[in-house]
T-cell receptor
Framework: DAKTTQPTSMDCAEGRAANLPCNHS???????VYWYRQIHSQGPQYIIH???NNETNEMASLIITEDRKSSTLILPHATLRDTAVYYC????????????FGKGTMLLVSP | GAGVSQSPSNKVTEKGKDVELRCDPI?????LYWYRQSLGQGLEFLIY????????KSGLPSDRFSAERTGGSVSTLTIQRTQQEDSAVYLC???????????????FGPGTRLTVL
C-alpha cells in the first residue's frame, strides 16, 4: 500500500470546519483512500473512503485532488467529541488487506 | 444496527495464566480480523477469517496464540501461558467483503484491554 503523510497535530475551534490534509503521492490507480479515527481508549472508527470522486456521508466529506496525490477530510462542524487521532490510509481496491495505521493527525477541538 | 462487540472490556491476569477474548462481529459480515495495539503503538495484525476458508494466521506472534471462529460468526482469541509483553488492547474488526469483491471496509469493536501482571 502507498505511504501517506499527515501533519502531526491540528487545532480546531468547536463549531468550525476541521480540514485534515493527507499526502499520498505514490498512490496507484487501484488504491482507495480511507480515513479512520481513534478517540482515546476506544477502537478505531471508520469515517469515509473514496477512489476518485469526492465523497460525503453523515460524518464527513472527503475531497480527493484530480491527480489523486492528496486528499482532505472535512468535518463540517467540529465538536469536542471529534477530538481524536485521524488516520489516512491508502489500500488496494480488491481483496482483503490488513490495516496499518501511521502516526496520524491528532485533532484537538477546543471550546 | 449493532456494531462489533467484544468481551470482556478489561482483563487482568497473572503471568502464566490462559485467557480467552471474545468477538461478536456485525451480523452478516463474512470477514473477521484480530489486531492488537500496544500503548502508543499502531495496529498489529494477528489473524484473519473469511467464510469457510482457512484463516490467515501469519500475524500470530507465537504458538501461544490461537483463534477460532465458530459457525462463521463469533470468534475467540486464546492466549496461553500469558506473558507481560502480551499486555495490549486486542481489537476485533469485521467486514462484509473479504476477498475479490472490492474495497474491504473494516468496522472495529471497542477492544479488550489485557493486562498481564
Amino acid at each position: 500500500d502507498a505511504k501517506t503523510t499527515q501533519p502531526t497535530s491540528m487545532d480546531c475551534a468547536e463549531g468550525r470546519a476541521a480540514n485534515l490534509p493527507c499526502n499520498h503521492s505514490t498512490i496507484s490507480g487501484n488504491e482507495y483512500v480511507y480515513w479512520y479515527r481513534q478517540i482515546h481508549s476506544q477502537g478505531p472508527q471508520y469515517i469515509i473512503h473514496g477512489l476518485k470522486n469526492n465523497e460525503t456521508n453523515e460524518m464527513a466529506s472527503l475531497i480527493i485532488t484530480e491527480d489523486r496525490k492528496s486528499s482532505t477530510l472535512i468535518l463540517p462542524h467540529a465538536t469536542l467529541r471529534d477530538t481524536a487521532v485521524y488516520y489516512c490510509i491508502v489500500r488496494v481496491a480488491s481483496g482483503y488487506s490488513t490495516l496499518t495505521f501511521g502516526k496520524g493527525t491528532m485533532l484537538l477541538v477546543s471550546p | 444496527g449493532a456494531g462489533v462487540s467484544q468481551s470482556p472490556s478489561n482483563k487482568v491476569t497473572e503471568k502464566g495464566k490462559d485467557v480467552e477474548l471474545r468477538c461478536d462481529p456485525i451480523s452478516g459480515h463474512t470477514a473477521l480480523y484480530w489486531y492488537r495495539q500496544s500503548l502508543g503503538q499502531g495496529l498489529e495484525f494477528l489473524i484473519y477469517f473469511q467464510g469457510n476458508s482457512a484463516p490467515d494466521k501469519s500475524g500470530l506472534p507465537s504458538d501461544r496464540f490461537s483463534a477460532e471462529r465458530t459457525g462463521g460468526s463469533v470468534s475467540t482469541l486464546t492466549i496461553q501461558r500469558t506473558q507481560q509483553e502480551d499486555s495490549a488492547v486486542y481489537l476485533c474488526a469485521s467486514s462484509l467483503v473479504g476477498i475479490g469483491g472490492g474495497a474491504d471496509t473494516q468496522y472495529f469493536g471497542p477492544g479488550t484491554r489485557l493486562t498481564v501482571l
